[in-house]
């Protein structure tokens, strides 16, 4: 199994099971809300991966 497989699986899991909360899953629909989920999902990933260094010195300051 490849490496981009190890780290979309865990993410289109969890993207699964948001669109189940919001769709049935044998909607025809399901497949393209849970993509759109799973987009949003690495996004958020994607973003918190950038700004992390800003996102701890907040932490770091706020604690003290």
């Known amino acids: 199994m ?3 497989s ?3 699986r865990p993410i289109l ?4 099971i948001i669109a189940g ?7 025809t629909n399901f ?5 759109a ?3 949003v999902l690495i996004a958020g990933v ?4 950038m700004f992390w ?5 907040w932490l770091r300051e706020r604690r003290e």
């Open 13 to 16: 899991i969890l993207a699964a």
């Open 46 to 49: 994607v973003a918190i991966a």
């Open 6 to 8: 190890w780290l979309l």
């Open 2 to 4: 490849s490496l981009i």
């Open 31 to 35: 497949g393209v809300v849970q993509m």
């Open 21 to 27: 909360w919001f769709v049935a899953e044998d909607a």
């Open 53 to 57: 260094e800003m996102i701890a010195d």
């Open 37 to 39: 989920v799973a987009i």
